[in-house]
């Protein structure tokens, strides 16, 4: 084969592929400098590294899922902003969260949505999914995703109307 039709082929970068990834493990939270207004710098690394081994030692969907809404606190807005609506109760956001981390003594420290998001290694998406879950008095956090969708339970019902329907049709001669 000539060398300038070889060199034009374009080359396989299996490192660059989308596909067939595996995903990577979750780390540990570090220590974090958080600079917010709550008291994130009071939990200390261990009790951090404490509660992300207990998150991940559950290893089930619907029970990290439960475990994290017993942290997350829905609380009514003090003060509504006006927007393109005539009355501030037509707001969309009706509701805040805080989030709460137990220490040993029993007492709940209030940290800010970062500081949680980086102890458990949750994404502030789903820690916003098991918010709305909370507001919608779901208590159930298992999985929906995959699974029979449809229910072919009234199936037999269907072929019977298909039978009589065909049933109905002219059977004599066309001629």
């Known amino acids: ?77 003090k003060r509504r902003r006006h927007g393109k609506y005539e009355h501030p109760s037509e707001s969309r956001r009706s509701h805040s969260f805080s989030y709460c981390l137990s220490l040993s003594g029993g007492s709940d420290v209030r940290v800010c949505l970062k500081t949680f998001c980086n102890t458990f290694a949750v994404t502030p998406r789903r820690v916003q999914f098991v918010g709305e879950k909370i507001l919608v008095d779901k208590m159930d956090m298992s999985e929906k995703r995959g699974g029979a969708r449809y229910s072919f339970s009234d199936q037999t019902a269907w072929t019977y109307k298909i039978i009589e329907h065909i049933a109905t049709f002219f059977y004599g001669n066309a001629y």
């Open 1 to 77: 084969m000539d060398e300038t039709i070889r060199n034009k082929k374009r080359r396989r970068c299996e490192d660059n592929w989308k596909k067939n990834k595996i995903t990577s493990k979750k780390i540990p939270p570090t220590q974090l400098g958080c600079k917010c207004l709550w008291a994130c710098r009071s939990i200390t690394l261990e009790y951090r590294v404490e509660f992300f081994n207990e998150f991940y030692k559950l290893a089930d969907y619907s029970k990290q899922q439960g475990s994290l809404q017993r942290f997350i606190h829905p609380q009514i807005i």
